[in-house]
Nanobody, 124 residues
Framework: QLQLVESGGGLVQPGGSLRLSCTAS?????VGWFRQVPGAESEGVAC????????KYVDSVKGRFTISRDNDKNTVFLQMNDLKPEDTGVYYC????????????????????WGQGTQVTVSS
């Protein structure tokens, strides 16, 4: 089972930036970022395939967030710019070592490995 470790969360003012990192213990194919707010369903934010092509983003973060990866370091990044209070939540990294035709942010299914989460708080 893959082990995933997230880092980079914190408290930031609206309009600020954070860069989240997710480091895996081994090979990953699809990697996704999901966020959870208490009392709400978890939401897929972005995902990326092993070769970096065809990343996906939820509409609310398009143009502000960028997902990327460094396969030599088994690490995926989520650069978050122009942060808004509604971006607040616990961000989880999820990964699968299995080939797929496309990564998904619509479902947690297909991601057997999950990190422990990192808190992102956007507040003035």
């Amino acid at each position: 089972q893959l082990q995933l470790v997230e880092s980079g969360g914190g408290l930031v003012q609206p309009g600020g930036s954070l860069r989240l990192s997710c480091t895996a213990s081994g090979f990953t194919w699809d990697v996704g970022w999901f966020r959870q707010v208490p009392g709400a369903e978890s939401e897929g934010v972005a995902c990326i395939r092993h070769h970096g092509g065809r990343p996906k983003y939820v509409d609310s973060v398009k143009g502000r967030f960028t997902i990327s990866r460094d396969n030599d370091k088994n690490t995926v990044f989520l650069q978050m710019n122009d942060l808004k209070p509604e971006d607040t939540g616990v961000y989880y990294c999820a990964a699968s070592p299995v080939y797929s035709v496309a990564c998904t942010i619509e479902s947690r299914d297909g991601y057997p490995s999950w990190g422990q989460g990192t808190q992102v708080t956007v507040s003035s």
